[in-house]
């Protein structure tokens, strides 16, 4: 092994544990766990991380009396006493469980909201796992009349969600990028369009210039909708074809990334390089061109957008812009704070982006070779499966 790849594992290494540390406390004091905390092997499995980093992690929560050792030997007691604060309750709002599939930001956005709050002596309860809007505003409300001071929208935010809340006069802010296009309440995201503008510079430096993009959610999504739209202006600007046939206006759901592959292999001119409006959506395209023996970055070069915590893991590891979560969870703690004390008039707080280089992008330099097949799909039409 040499010694920068050594360095990069011992690194990798350094950061797994750090980040099970700064997950598994903002879970157990948001309550994410109840009473117990599941045994290590359980957390392995849900949060994605090795045991020999959660060892650590439980170690050091141990050692802040968050948790002891279970009665029953399997598993680990919440001491809710060390978790109640004194100023009040806050709600942390996630339409997913946090630990499903590739939903690292929601953990990250967690990390800094809830690092934030617990400095000010507040506590965060997360409510997530809703199976209607109106399960979603019943169980807000519910949260209201127990006495929580102030709520934070982690998940797309529906407008009767929205109108429930302005209605109830509940301090509240939006954090991430899903929805960010209203003027009625306070949010905290990403500045989308720099971000792609410098995904796309970096893969042009790489000598690519048949650029497609894939998104998914055009039509529920503000975030991925910036961004997109970011592509076709960015496109145009270079004087480049934009690729449109890999944009879905209807929501993510687990067929995308084949529907997207299977029209890559429809192409007659395919693409040298896929800026994904997702990591989760870049890791899903990989996934499924390996699938199909279609090589990344060899063949085909990915680059995705967030820097979800899984990107570092990957084989290739991905190339990505990165949106600085938990910086965005601490700024839309800080906004949630300031609204309670004096509600103020909403604003959107943009966060600048870094482009963050890995291996999922070669550079191009043989020419593009044609694949055999019909030609690709008219680049006017935004597909609708």
Not at 160 to 182: K, M
Request: with cysteine.
């Amino acid at each position: 092994m040499s010694r920068s790849v050594k360095k990069e594992t011992v690194k990798l290494s350094f950061d797994q544990k750090k980040r099970a540390t700064a997950v598994l406390r903002a879970l157990i004091r948001s309550r994410y766990f109840g009473d117990t905390v599941p045994s290590d092997a359980e957390l392995s499995r849900r949060l994605h991380i090795p045991r020999s980093s959660l060892t650590l992690a439980i170690s050091q929560m141990e050692t802040e009396g968050l948790i002891k050792s279970s009665s029953s030997g399997d598993g680990w007691d919440v001491l809710v006493s060390s978790t109640v604060k004194d100023m009040g309750t806050i709600g942390f709002i996630v339409n997913v469980d946090p630990l499903t599939g590739w939903y690292s930001l929601f953990q990250d956005w967690l990390i800094g909201f809830e690092r934030t709050m617990h400095q000010e002596r507040f506590q965060v309860e997360i409510l997530s796992g809703f199976q209607s809007v109106d399960e979603k505003i019943e169980e807000i409300q519910t949260f209201r009349n127990k006495g929580a001071l102030g709520i934070a929208f982690a998940s797309r935010t529906e407008e009767r969600v929205r109108n429930a809340v302005l209605e109830a006069e509940i301090p509240c802010v939006i954090v991430g990028n899903s929805t960010i296009q209203e003027e009625e309440l306070g949010c905290v995201c990403t500045d989308n369009a720099a971000g792609v503008r410098k995904g796309l510079d970096y893969l042009l430096s790489q000598n690519h210039r048949n650029i497609a993009m894939y998104v998914t959610s055009l039509g529920i999504h503000d975030g991925f909708e910036e961004r997109y739209h970011a592509y076709l202006h960015y496109m145009k600007q270079q004087h480049l074809a934009a690729h449109t046939e890999l944009a879905f206006v209807e929501a993510h759901n687990e067929l995308m990334p084949q529907r997207a592959a299977d029209i890559l292999l429809r192409m007659k001119r395919r693409p040298s390089a896929i800026l994904c409006a997702s990591d989760r959506e870049a890791f899903e395209l990989v996934s499924q061109l390996r699938h199909l023996k279609i090589e990344v970055p060899k063949e085909i070069s990915i680059l995705g957008f967030d820097n979800n915590h899984f990107g570092r893991l990957l084989d290739p590891p991905m190339t990505t812009i990165d949106i600085h979560a938990s910086n965005m969870g601490e700024i839309a703690a800080h906004y949630l704070l300031n609204e309670m004390q004096a509600p103020q008039l909403p604003v959107k707080i943009q966060l600048p982006t870094k482009l963050v280089v890995r291996g999922s992008v070669l550079e191009y330099a043989a020419p593009e070779q044609p694949l055999s097949g019909p030609e690709s799909l008219d680049s006017g039409k935004i597909l609708g499966f």
